[in-house]
């Protein structure tokens, strides 16, 4: 009987961390309920942009993982991008927000047309090449300038990303904000 039990009390045991780890998330993953609260965050940061006077949500990416928010993207002006942030903050469930905005140079029409265009090549070779998830890397072009962010899952993702980008014809910078998760 005692072997028995001490069967028992091993394959409960096991049982028990099994259904544990199974719901938990890893470094790199979310949890179901991860992935709704991140959506929801997300969703009332976009809201409260919208609903700002000086803040033009349109310009501004956000994205969120497991709580902590990335603003992306260029703006008009530098008082644009702090309220972009205070606002973030203020959000519940929010752990931590990188404000990755940057002010927007003059553009010409002409700039405008050449970083659509650059924009349809990154995004294509992004798509083109196996080693990088693109629809984990948000891009935002200004005058060349490409930046990178969002989050992804090791740095050689990060790494291959980089390198393609890299070797785009037109692009004058990268401004890496990508995070490993």
């Known amino acids: 009987m005692s072997t028995l039990k001490s069967s028992l009390t091993v394959v409960l ?12 998330s890893t ?12 959506a929801v965050i997300g969703t009332k940061i976009k809201a ?19 709580g902590r928010v990335q603003l992306n993207g260029f703006i008009e002006s530098a008082a644009e991008g702090t ?9 519940g469930g929010v752990v931590a927000v990188d404000n990755n905005l940057k002010v927007r140079a003059e553009k010409t029409a002409g700039t405008v047309m050449d970083d659509t265009a650059l924009m349809g090549k990154v995004k294509a070779a992004l798509i083109g090449d196996s080693r990088t998830k693109s629809n ?11 930046q990178m962010a969002g989050f992804v899952d090791n740095a050689a993702t990060r790494t ?19 995070v490993i998760k």
Do not use: W, Y
């Not at 045991?13 to 099994?18: F, G, K, M, Q, V």
């Not at 984990?136 to 490409?146: F, H, K, P, T």
């Open 13 to 24: 045991t096991t049982l028990a961390l099994c259904l544990a780890t199974a719901c938990t």
């Open 27 to 38: 470094r790199t993953q979310k949890s179901a309920g991860e992935g709704i609260d991140d």
């Open 48 to 66: 409260a942009l919208i609903g700002d006077p000086v803040t033009e949500a349109h310009h501004i990416d956000v994205q969120v993982f497991k």
């Open 83 to 91: 309220q972009a942030a205070k606002l973030a903050r203020d959000v």
């Open 136 to 146: 984990e890397i948000e891009l935002a072009i200004n005058q060349g300038v490409v």
């Open 160 to 178: 291959a990303a980089l390198d393609i980008v890299r070797g785009v014809n037109g692009v004058v910078r990268i401004d890496n904000q990508m």
